[in-house]
T-cell receptor
Framework: EAQVTQNPRYLITVTGKKLTVTCSQNMNHEYMSWYRQDPGLGLRQIYYSMNVEVTDKGDVPEGYKVSRKEKRNFPLILESPSPNQTSLYFC???????????FGPGTRLTVL | AQKVTQAQTEISVVEKEDVTLDCVYETRDTTYYLFWYKQPPSGELVFLIRRNSFDEQNEISGRYSWNFQKSTSSFNFTITASQVVDSAVYFCALSEASNQGGKLIFGQGTELSVKP
């Protein structure tokens, strides 16, 4: 089954404790992205990648890192999480820049 | 700068009513794509439609229809004879050719509540 998976689905952590949210897709898509969703703000793109080793900042990259060492994986790293990073995070992939995005199920992160 | 505006934060209708969700976008590109996604209460994001900037034909899919007007930079979404299952948050999004790395701009979303 074609899908985007994210882990963990739920995470509660404390300020400053490094964490990684994994994202993997099995559709051989070139493009992958991370978004955060906050009430009243919609979805905002954090980082995106158009291919292995090619990443770029979205609208809200501060406090986040990504890597794309393999085509299928695009982990999101929070080196020193802060409470303002409490949010719902979505990973997505697409075949091209103009293609529909396939979204993962979301990761709800709470930083205390 | 590119921007997507969904001015309606929340809409509430009674079942069987028609409802239109507005989407206005800003872009300097001549080549771009517009999208609508649905987020039901279960939280997943579901793709509904993609439209490129050179195709202004309206599209109908069952009870759903989309009206794309470049003259007013709008890409509105109408649900005919709404049903309770249509209750969700709906997002409009824009992807531009000048950002072929995959940058995608979403609107703030419109929360639609359909009451029985």
């Amino acid at each position: 089954e074609a899908q985007v998976t994210q882990n963990p689905r739920y995470l509660i952590t404390v300020t400053g404790k490094k964490l990684t949210v994994t994202c993997s897709q099995n559709m051989n898509h070139e493009y992958m992205s991370w978004y955060r969703q906050d009430p009243g703000l919609g979805l905002r793109q954090i980082y995106y990648s158009m291919n292995v080793e090619v990443t770029d900042k979205g609208d809200v990259p501060e406090g986040y890192k990504v890597s794309r060492k393999e085509k299928r994986n695009f982990p999101l790293i929070l080196e020193s999480p802060s409470p303002n990073q409490t949010s719902l995070y979505f990973c997505a992939s697409s075949l091209s820049w103009s293609g529909e995005q396939f979204f993962g199920p979301g990761t709800r992160l709470t930083v205390l | 700068a590119q921007k997507v505006t969904q001015a309606q934060t929340e809409i509430s209708v009674v079942e069987k009513e028609d409802v239109t969700l507005d989407c206005v976008y800003e872009t300097r590109d001549t080549t771009y794509y517009l999208f609508w996604y649905k987020q039901p209460p279960s939280g997943e994001l579901v793709f509904l439609i993609r439209r490129n900037s050179f195709d202004e034909q309206n599209e109908i899919s069952g009870r759903y229809s989309w009206n794309f007007q470049k003259s007013t930079s709008s890409f509105n979404f109408t649900i005919t004879a709404s049903q309770v299952v249509d209750s969700a948050v709906y997002f409009c999004a824009l992807s531009e050719a000048s950002n072929q790395g995959g940058k995608l701009i979403f609107g703030q979303g419109t929360e639609l509540s359909v009451k029985p």
